[in-house]
């Protein structure tokens, strides 16, 4: 199947074409004519599986045969990643004369200002500051008729709910909506049928699910032990990209500092940084020259980078949900990549609460040699990497 088939038209089919986009993945054959229609949408997918594509080609369409003014299509994402990443989409599919807009906290309230004021078709922004803009009465939200709320649980986790109810307030009753998420949980579902027009549901995968393409393995370890291990599985493995997630700001900026100490290309990115420190982290991270991104969750969802080898839960993710769209980083678009989780006998619980949202046993292997202990739960422990560490570590002296 090719675009075309889908109803995107020639124009739209030959940039997907000339940018490698050969054949529509599953969610963009199912969610594009969905909202060609113009009927409202709740998708649902793994991530890495081309949702941003799934809304923005067909929106660009309809953007093509409309004459009014005004902002028509309103994008509500829940982080600057996440925006800028949609953006940068957007600009490549979008003929110049439809104008895009992206508003997010930590850039200059002036510089979106002026860029507003220049006008704009598309705005693309997080729920804060957004917010914000409408409250100054410095975006007019009148003329939308286009609604997308991408990573939607996401949002609702990180408290952004009663913000897009006053955002919606100043948004026709009368007006298609998308809701995108790479979950669907019950709050999810409420949030949905209070907002939309019996919406038709998409659901490329089941919910809850890991990519089939992600190999999960959690290492059991004592918690004092962790940053041996960590120092040790990067010193003797090879590969491309790592996202290393920690569950604090603080705990970010130190295993940062310990990798650089120990000549490890890293560079950390969290919600204290500026935004020029993120973007130019993401760039080092995206180009090369930064091989490790030590990051907190705010970095879980958003962040497109290919050809990412392995993502390592340094900390266990609590919530659960977030194990989820950790892992989601690597394994993408088909390609393989491997998840690794940190267990310390204190994270046993956690645990247990992953393996109970994604209906699978990860697979336990016992770090001896950092301490580790078998899981008192039931969980699927083996101990066959001690020997194996130590061997590396042997051919290393030699």
Do not use: W
């Not at 509500?76 to 807009?101: D, G, H, M, N, S």
């Not at 090879?238 to 000549?263: C, M, N, P, Q, S």
């Not at 690794?340 to 992953?354: C, G, H, N, S, Y």
């Amino acid at each position: 199947m090719k675009f075309q088939d889908l109803g995107l038209n020639k124009k739209i089919a030959d940039k997907c074409a000339s940018l490698d986009f050969i054949e529509p993945t599953p969610i963009q054959k199912s969610a594009i004519p969905i909202v060609l229609e113009g009927d409202d949408l709740i998708g649902c997918a793994e991530t890495g599986t081309g949702k941003t594509a799934a809304f923005l080609l067909p929106i660009i369409q309809k953007l093509g045969s409309k004459k009014k003014s005004g902002v028509s299509v309103l994008v509500v994402a829940p982080t600057r990643e996440l925006v800028t990443q949609i953006t940068e989409a957007y600009i490549e599919f979008a003929p110049k004369k439809l104008r895009c807009v992206s508003i997010i906290g930590g850039a200059s309230m002036n510089r979106q200002l002026n860029a507003l004021r220049r006008g704009a078709t598309v705005i693309i922004a997080t729920p804060g500051r957004l917010l914000d803009h409408v409250e100054r009465g410095t975006v007019n939200l009148a003329n939308v008729d286009t609604l997308v709320l991408d990573e939607a649980d996401r949002m609702l986790d990180m408290g952004f709910l009663p913000a897009i109810r006053k955002i919606l307030k100043g948004i026709s009753a009368d007006r298609q909506t998308l809701l995108f998420s790479a979950t669907i949980s019950d709050s999810i579902k409420s949030l949905a049928y209070s907002i939309m027009d019996e919406p038709e549901v998409v659901e490329v995968s089941r919910e809850n699910v890991t990519a089939r393409t992600v190999k999960q393995v959690a290492y059991s370890v004592a918690a004092a032990s962790k940053i041996a291990f960590l120092l040790d599985f990067l010193e003797t493995r090879d590969y491309e990209r790592i996202i290393v997630f920690t569950r604090t700001k603080r705990g970010a900026d130190r295993l940062t500092h310990i990798l650089k100490a120990r000549e490890l290309p890293a560079k950390q990115i969290h919600s204290n940084l500026s935004q020029s420190r993120r973007e130019k982290a993401l760039k080092a991270f995206r180009n090369g020259k930064t091989k490790i991104l030590v990051a907190t969750d705010i970095a879980s969802r958003g962040i497109d980078v290919e050809a990412i080898s392995y993502v390592i839960n340094y900390d266990v993710p609590e919530p659960a949900e977030d194990y989820v769209h950790r892992i989601g980083r690597t394994g993408r678009a088909g390609n393989e990549g491997e998840a690794i989780t940190l267990v310390a006998p204190i994270d046993e619980l956690k645990m247990r609460d992953i393996e109970n949202l994604v209906k699978q046993k990860v697979k336990r292997v016992v770090a001896t040699e950092f301490g580790g202990a078998a899981p008192i739960y039931g969980g699927t422990a083996s101990k066959k990497n001690a020997q194996g560490s130590r061997n590396r570590r042997s051919r290393r002296r030699r």
